[in-house]
């Protein structure tokens, strides 16, 4: 599970621990985190803010996935690297990973990349990708679960 903290991700990771629950299998909620461009990683005042900002977002994305109570058997963790490789790395010792797309297309899409679509091309087991527009019909309300965990 690659978790971000949109509304997508929270719903993808709702969506995988059914799938879980169904399979009878463990769930690992995954979000990475890198030093944005700007800022000098060897700068000793950042104190390693980027990783707080991921661990935040990760676990308000939990917490609204799961409304406090997450199921048996879910782990959980903060990774530092691009998402992309990470995931696609990760996938080597996974069942599946559940990703929530945001459903930038176009030039968007062409030039930022796609974390999802990444690891559906690259991925070494099953990718399921929940899209932002889907998460009406799992009983996801996007405007609630976007967790912003930026100062």
Same mark, same amino acid.
């Given at each position: 599970?690659? /978790?971000?903290?949109?509304?997508?991700?929270?719903?993808?990771?709702?969506?995988?621990?059914?799938?879980? =629950? $169904?399979?009878?299998?463990?769930? !690992?909620?995954?979000?990475?985190?890198?030093?944005?461009?700007?800022?000098? *990683?060897?700068?000793? @005042?950042?104190?390693?803010?980027?990783?707080?900002?991921?661990?935040?977002?990760? =676990?308000?994305?939990? !917490?609204?996935?799961?409304?406090?109570? *997450?199921? $048996? =058997?879910?782990?959980?963790? /903060?990774?530092?690297?691009?998402?992309? !490789?990470?995931?696609?790395?990760?996938?080597?010792?996974?069942?599946?990973?559940?990703? @929530?797309?945001?459903?930038? @297309?176009?030039?968007?899409?062409?030039?930022?990349?796609?974390?999802?679509?990444?690891?559906?091309?690259?991925? =070494?087991?099953? /990718?399921?990708?929940?899209?932002?527009?889907?998460? $009406?019909?799992?009983?996801?309300?996007?405007? !609630?679960?976007?967790?912003?965990?930026?100062?």
């Amino acid at each position: 599970m690659g /978790v971000d903290g949109s509304a997508c991700s929270v719903a993808a990771l709702a969506y995988g621990a059914n799938i879980a =629950r $169904a399979m009878d299998a463990p769930l !690992e909620a995954i979000t990475t985190w890198t030093y944005p461009v700007l800022l000098d *990683p060897f700068d000793p @005042g950042l104190d390693r803010l980027p990783k707080k900002y991921a661990e935040l977002a990760a =676990r308000n994305a939990i !917490e609204a996935a799961f409304q406090g109570t *997450p199921p $048996a =058997r879910f782990s959980h963790r /903060v990774l530092p690297g691009p998402p992309r !490789e990470v995931l696609v790395e990760l996938s080597d010792d996974a069942s599946m990973l559940v990703l @929530g797309s945001h459903g930038h @297309g176009g030039l968007v899409g062409l030039v930022l990349g796609s974390v999802s679509a990444a690891c559906a091309a690259h991925a =070494r087991c099953p /990718v399921l990708v929940v899209h932002e527009k889907d998460t $009406a019909a799992l009983g996801v309300r996007s405007q !609630e679960l976007i967790i912003d965990a930026a100062p």
